[in-house]
């Protein structure tokens, strides 16, 4: 039976409010589970697996899964559809308020059809604050997959981009088209990957990250102006080769990092 008609049959009805859009292509569920590209066993962790067609194809490759599911009907219907794959584990909560703690031993990997509603504040949250995820795994809208890889001075460059290539190298793998969903949303995928680095300077790292954030909510205004309150010393910047008068989407993210280390050697 395809995924189509496993879903036609069973009694659950997308909704909207959760962005359930279903994945119904096996091929392309292949295709996103071998970029997990990870070793036999590997700990993986699901948002919103939905009605489980990459959960399946995840166990069956023997990696053990935790997903997290707001929906209690769709849990439902997981624990009978991932009834014979012990390796599993359910949980019927808010991803967005899942303590991050309780992924326990160092190597997680992350894999989602990510809820368009949360998908970007998620992302940044689980970059910011849960560093033992080493690699992500995440279908989102094309539009945010460009900003999520976008390069310094295009016009989808932000504070999104800054923060993803601070922490991780990510990359654009391939479009989804709607007809792989149901319901069909209203615009194209994009799969992206995203390799964390080992970083060691991660504190410093989410302070260019909170500089980007404020530069970019004056994205016209210059620096000199849009930063004035956060303890640069603007005299020196041209030391580090930055021009006070550039705009945000004007620095590159290590250029961030080069001020946040100017902040904190001064203080
Ligand atoms: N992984 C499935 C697939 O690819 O077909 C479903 C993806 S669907 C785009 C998003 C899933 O995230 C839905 O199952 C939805 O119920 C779930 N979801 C939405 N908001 C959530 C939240 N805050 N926490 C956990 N899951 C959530």
Redesign the pocket.
């Given at each position: 039976m395809s995924e189509a008609e496993w879903l036609a049959k069973s009694s659950i009805k997308p909704?909207k409010r959760?962005?359930?859009?279903?994945?119904?292509d096996q091929n392309i569920?292949k295709k996103i589970t071998r970029l997990i590209q990870g070793q036999l066993a590997d700990k993986v962790l699901?948002?919103?697996?939905?009605?489980?067609?990459?959960?399946e194809l995840m166990l069956r490759e023997q990696y053990r899964v935790r997903a997290?599911?707001?929906?209690q009907d769709?849990i439902d219907l997981l624990q009978g559809r991932l009834i014979d794959y012990p390796q599993i584990e359910l949980i019927n909560?808010?991803?967005?308020?899942?303590n991050y703690d309780e992924l326990e031993g160092p190597l997680w990997i992350l894999v989602?059809?990510?809820?368009?509603?949360?998908g970007t504040r998620?992302l940044v949250k689980l970059i910011m604050d849960v560093p033992v995820i080493h690699r992500y795994v995440v279908?989102v809208q094309k539009e945010v997959a460009k900003r999520i890889t976008a390069v310094t001075g295009t016009k989808e460059y932000g504070a999104l981009s800054v923060v993803s290539n601070l922490f991780t190298k990510p990359k654009i793998q391939f479009d989804i088209h709607q007809n792989s969903?149901i319901p069909r949303?209203e615009v194209v995928s994009s799969v992206v990957t995203l390799q964390r680095e080992y970083l060691t300077d991660s504190k410093e790292r989410t302070a260019a990250f909170n500089l980007a954030k404020i530069a970019f909510q004056q994205r016209r205004k210059t620096i000199k102006k849009s930063l004035a309150g956060e303890n640069i010393n603007f005299d020196k910047l041209s030391d580090i080769g930055i021009n006070e008068k550039s705009r945000a989407e004007e620095l590159t993210p290590d250029q961030y990092l080069l001020m946040a280390n100017m902040v904190s050697n001064e203080n």
């Open positions: 909704k959760l962005s359930q859009n279903f994945l119904i569920a699901e948002i919103g697996p939905g009605s489980g067609v990459l959960t997290i599911e707001i929906d769709l909560q808010d991803a967005m308020k899942y989602s059809n990510l809820p368009y509603n949360i998620l279908m969903f949303p």
